[in-house]
């Protein structure tokens, strides 16, 4: 291998790095944002509140069934550890 090829797949693995990352991310504030969404009570929200929470759900729903699950499953591992109770 070349080094400037070598240089480039090197490249290349710190961009899906840093890609896989930002995607973890995003599917913990999607499991968040479905686990949130699921537990509200629309009937006491204002209206634009309802079509916030409605737009969001419907984003969601449009999800993978598999992209959801990761998400839910990283949201879920995320409130599992902030959960932590820390004594001094």
């Given at each position: ?35 949130l969404i699921a537990s509200l009570d629309?009937r006491l929200l204002p209206p634009g ?40």
């Open positions: 291998m070349t080094r400037q090829r070598a240089k480039k797949v090197s490249m290349l693995g710190h961009e899906l790095d840093i890609l896989m990352g930002e995607r973890q991310t995003l599917l913990k504030v999607v499991g968040a944002t479905a686990a629309t509140a309802v079509e916030s929470a409605d737009l969001v759900a419907t984003a969601i729903n449009a999800l993978p069934d598999e992209t959801l699950r990761d998400a839910l499953a990283a949201a879920s591992a995320q409130i599992a550890e902030d959960d932590r109770v820390v004594s001094d």
